[in-house]
């Protein structure tokens, strides 16, 4: 079956705009979670969505959002975009059962110029 | 809250030598544990996960992994590594055992040389 989709896999802002990724979950699965990597921060846990409510949340500013749909698709949005935000973003979809596992997507690598 | 650390961010070693990646963890509550594999440029694979029972975890590629909940660690261990055990390698806990909101710790980079 399909994994797990990002799109675009690669994106270049300008400081002060706003961008928007997209994950979609491999079939079935209704809980995406989000990661930001960068080389001095490692890998840091955004947030998770479940059936479309937010479950949990990391430790990011107010411009970092997102959303689920009901057709488990996920997005987020960085706002007022900082020179910080370049980084690897990495989504991971999950059926959320006991005998399963998270998978990952190839991530967006978005630049801020 | 819970926190990951690596113990070592490199670790360099020849083909078929065995090797040890470090994990200590602090959580105030139950965790389960996983240890993943980032290829370069390419998202993250699951390699093994602790959830209960034996303490002793077998994944793929030959790798295990040994919880020690005294010493709250959880060690990454191949007894003969190859060159394409090159990569990098993340420990992680979560609250739940289908892995989601992972915290994970800062990522060892194993560099296997012939």
């Known amino acids: 079956k399909a994994g797990v989709t990002q799109t675009p896999r690669y994106l270049i802002k300008t400081r002060g705009q706003q961008v928007t990724l997209s994950c979609s979950p491999i079939s079935g699965h209704r809980s995406v979670s989000w990661y930001q990597q960068t080389p001095g921060q490692g890998l840091q846990f955004l947030f998770e969505?479940?059936?479309?409510?937010?479950?949990n949340k990391g430790n990011f500013p107010g411009r970092f959002s997102g959303r689920q749909f009901s057709n488990s698709r996920s997005e987020m949005n960085v706002s007022t975009l900082e020179l910080g935000d370049s980084a690897l973003y990495l989504c991971?979809?999950?059926?959320?059962?006991?005998?399963?596992?998270?998978?990952f997507g190839q991530g967006t690598r978005l630049t801020v110029v | 809250a819970q926190s990951v650390t690596q113990l070592d961010s490199q670790v360099p070693v020849f083909e078929e030598a065995p090797v040890e990646l470090r994990c200590n963890y602090s959580?105030?509550?139950?965790?389960?544990l996983f240890w993943y594999v980032q290829y370069p440029n390419q998202g993250l694979q699951l390699l093994l996960k602790?959830?209960?029972?034996?303490?002793l975890v077998k994944g793929i590629n030959g790798f295990e992994a040994e919880f020690n909940k005294s010493q709250t660690s959880f060690h990454l261990r191949k007894p003969s590594v190859h060159i394409s055990d090159t990569a990098e390698y993340f420990c992680a806990v979560s609250k739940n055992q289908a892995g989601t909101a992972l915290i994970f710790g800062k990522g060892t980079t194993l560099s296997v040389s012939s």
């Open positions: 602790y959830l209960s029972g034996s303490t």
């Open positions: 991971a979809s999950s059926s959320a059962g006991a005998n399963t596992e998270a998978f």
């Open positions: 959580s105030s509550v139950s965790v389960y």
């Open positions: 969505y479940f059936s479309e409510t937010q479950r």
